[in-house]
């Protein structure tokens, strides 16, 4: 026989067994999840919750109540907001019964946000993050901030109840609000 049919009778012959890999596999889940609501807008999808992703320990800790939180989701169809209310209930007699807190995330830009309430905002930064601080003074007694995000934009906004006759100073609106934002930025 010529070494040309010894090679191609060699070919035909049984295939080799594949190697077997005994090395286990782990998947891992993924580190997002389908948002609730989407939006035919072509905008980015809400890929922060404010209900689902910021920890209720470090809500109750801050003292908000967690447990009462209410989802309160904006759909509009050129874009949506993910949003959450909290209720801080420290009563401080004679000052304040607390604060009422809405946290939105949204997939609309910062320059949009700045275009639609540029009169009441100042640039800011919370963390490195671009951001925008919201003092209305047609809104009485709250403060916003308004956070760039990879998706849009993240607005915490706080009203202060007030326990007392009269208003609330203008300068205590905000007392304290940035140093909670701050700790709740790295959860966006």
């Known amino acids: 026989m010529s070494a040309a049919i010894i090679a191609v009778a060699a070919a ?3 295939a080799p067994a594949p190697a077997v890999d005994n090395s286990t596999t782990v998947t891992t889940a993924p580190t997002t999840r389908t948002p609730r609501i989407v939006d035919d807008s072509g905008r980015p999808d809400v890929t ?7 920890p209720d320990d ?4 801050a003292g908000y109540d967690a447990a009462h939180k209410e989802i309160t989701d904006m759909p509009m169809g050129w874009y949506t907001f993910l949003g959450c209310t909290y209720r801080d209930r420290t009563l401080i007699p004679g000052v304040r019964r607390g604060y009422g807190l809405n946290i939105l ?3 609309v830009s910062i320059d949009e946000e700045l275009e639609k309430n540029g009169s009441v905002a100042t640039a800011a930064s919370i963390n490195g993050r671009r951001a925008l601080l919201e003092v209305d003074p047609n809104n009485r007694d709250t403060c916003t901030y308004v956070l760039q995000t990879e998706f849009g934009i993240a607005i915490f906004s706080r009203i202060y109840h007030k326990d007392h006759p009269g208003p609330v100073p203008q300068n205590e609106w905000c007392t304290g609000f940035e140093d909670f934002v701050s700790t709740l930025e790295p959860y966006i």
Do not use: R
């Open 12 to 14: 035909c012959g049984p």
């Open 48 to 54: 922060f919750d404010p209900c689902l992703d910021l």
């Open 58 to 61: 470090v809500m109750t800790e």
């Open 105 to 107: 995330a949204g997939n």
